[in-house]
């Protein structure tokens, strides 16, 4: 962020996303991987559409919100002028929300609990459309955090593909905040491995060379390409 603009300004997004990908591929190098195997989620969350706009305008199609109704009202214009627009839900969901959650996105990645499992397969029978989804898990076993406890992420793996046949991708965490991450995403990276999910969701502005070295497939990156969030998101 060595723009001398606001961070919000288009300039510096453009810099910003520059910036953070050639950062991602240098973690790929020392971690012989090759850069196309991790794709970038601009987490807009509380930022108006004029930023996305911006990062759209810098080549970047992929995003990610924490909640529906931000989504629904920021994205659809959007998608209509960038038909390779791809949204990804990462926020904590709501069970009464899951049908706007399959109209809205491309994936969600906030999977935790079979409630919610069982309203996504109604809500993408009734809409007829499918999005892909990942399940979180609480790696740090926190009792404030959403996600799956990590106990009861191998059971709930299965239910969610066997039972309910929902399409899984892969996994997302974020681990506790001031402790080393690389742990927490080494634990979800085993886990993948074991169930033979492709996606590994983790990985944020201030840890996310890490979790490319360990094995992250895609990083939710948000205040290092679109600068301080002025209001907390859920
Ligand atoms: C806000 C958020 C991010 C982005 O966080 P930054 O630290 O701003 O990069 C990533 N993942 C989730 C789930 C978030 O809520």
Not at 181 to 196: K, Q, V, Y
């Amino acid at each position: 962020m060595t723009e001398p603009d606001h961070p919000n300004a288009p300039t510096a997004i453009a810099a910003n996303i520059a910036a953070v990908k050639a950062r991602m591929a240098a973690a790929c190098a020392r971690a012989g991987r090759d850069p196309a195997s991790v794709g970038l989620v601009a987490v807009s969350k509380t930022h108006p559409p004029e930023a996305v706009a911006a990062a759209l305008a810098a080549g970047q199609l992929l995003f990610g919100e924490n909640r529906v109704q931000e989504a629904e009202r920021k994205f659809p214009a959007l998608r209509a002028a960038h038909p390779g627009l791809r949204l990804h839900l990462i926020g904590a969901l709501q069970t009464n929300k899951a049908r706007d959650a399959v109209r809205v996105a491309d994936v969600i990645e906030s999977l935790d609990r079979p409630k919610l499992a069982s309203a996504i397969a109604e809500a993408m029978q009734k809409e007829g459309r499918r999005p892909g989804l990942l399940v979180q898990v609480n790696t740090g076993d926190e009792p404030q955090k959403a996600g799956c406890p990590r106990e009861e992420a191998d059971g709930f793996i299965r239910l969610c593909r066997d039972e309910l046949g929902l399409p899984v991708e892969g996994l997302m965490c974020i681990p506790p905040v001031d402790t080393d991450p690389r742990p927490h995403f080494a634990w979800l990276a085993a886990l993948a491995a074991r169930h033979g999910l492709a996606t590994l969701s983790m990985g944020m502005s201030g840890d996310y060379e890490i979790a490319i070295e360990e094995g992250a497939t895609l990083v939710r990156v948000g205040t290092a390409i679109f600068g301080k969030r002025d209001y907390p998101a859920g």
